[in-house]
């Protein structure tokens, strides 16, 4: 599985925009880039994924670049509740179209929300 | 009620001691997986399980056993603790991967203490 890199931390001040970027400069092309969350030792908890489009949903927005090598989460008005680790994850996909199944976690990026 | 259970959440135990962790799912799901947490690090995976019949090592599986006693139930098993075994432990289950979202959900973790 590539490898991701993320940085340590990150701080956002409440009502702003959160970006949380990763790298992935050995992707392949049958792996598809994931991000999960883990808020104070609770379980993780998926939030979006993609493969080279851009990728919303009702809890954030993911940019991958053209050349896929890295890519960013976007929480667009960041709450206190966001405070979190967040886990950037690529994983494969088989040509029948089932996924491998495993999740490689790195250690994330510890995001803190501030008033 | 949720949809992936653990027990214990907590557990202490001494060093030799035979320890059982149960997981428990409500969502159909064939998949499941367990994994452990060590202090500031990510989620290693443990084993993981296709389905009944199916059971596979994960990345660290020495000094662990698990076994799948129904589709929706899947027990890790420390045979005799050790002290560096201690961590934060969680199940998760996925189905199959429709629209490759290939999302795994995670129970609330047990915390295992192997003194």
């Known amino acids: 599985d590539a490898k991701t890199t993320q940085p340590p931390s990150m701080d956002c001040a409440e009502g702003r925009a959160a970006n949380l970027p990763c790298n992935h400069s050995t992707i392949s092309g049958n792996e598809y880039v994931y991000w999960y969350r883990q808020i104070h030792s609770q379980g993780p908890q998926y939030i979006i994924h993609g493969l080279k489009n851009n990728e919303t949903n009702e809890m954030a927005s993911l940019i991958i670049t053209e050349d896929r090598k890295s890519s960013t989460l976007i929480l667009p008005h960041a709450t206190l509740r966001d405070t979190a680790v967040y886990y950037c994850i690529v994983r494969p996909f088989n040509a029948g179209g089932t996924s491998y199944g495993k999740l490689t976690f790195g250690q994330g990026t510890i995001l803190t929300v501030h008033p | 009620d949720a949809d992936v259970t653990q027990t214990p959440r907590n557990r202490i135990t001494k060093t030799g001691k035979r320890i059982m962790l149960e997981c428990s799912q409500t969502?159909?799901?064939?998949?499941m997986y367990w994994y452990r947490q060590d202090p500031g690090l990510g989620l290693r995976l443990i084993y993981y399980s296709f389905d009944v019949k199916d059971i596979n090592k994960g990345e660290i599986s020495d000094g662990y056993s698990v076994s799948r006693q129904a589709q929706a139930k899947f027990s890790l098993s420390l045979e005799s603790a050790i002290p560096n075994q201690t961590a934060l432990y969680f199940c998760?289950?996925?189905?199959?991967?429709?629209?490759?979202?290939?999302?795994?959900?995670f129970g609330p973790g047990t915390r295992l203490t192997v003194l």
């Open positions: 998760a289950t996925s189905g199959e991967d429709r629209g490759r979202r290939g999302e795994q959900f």
């Open positions: 969502k159909g799901h064939d998949r």
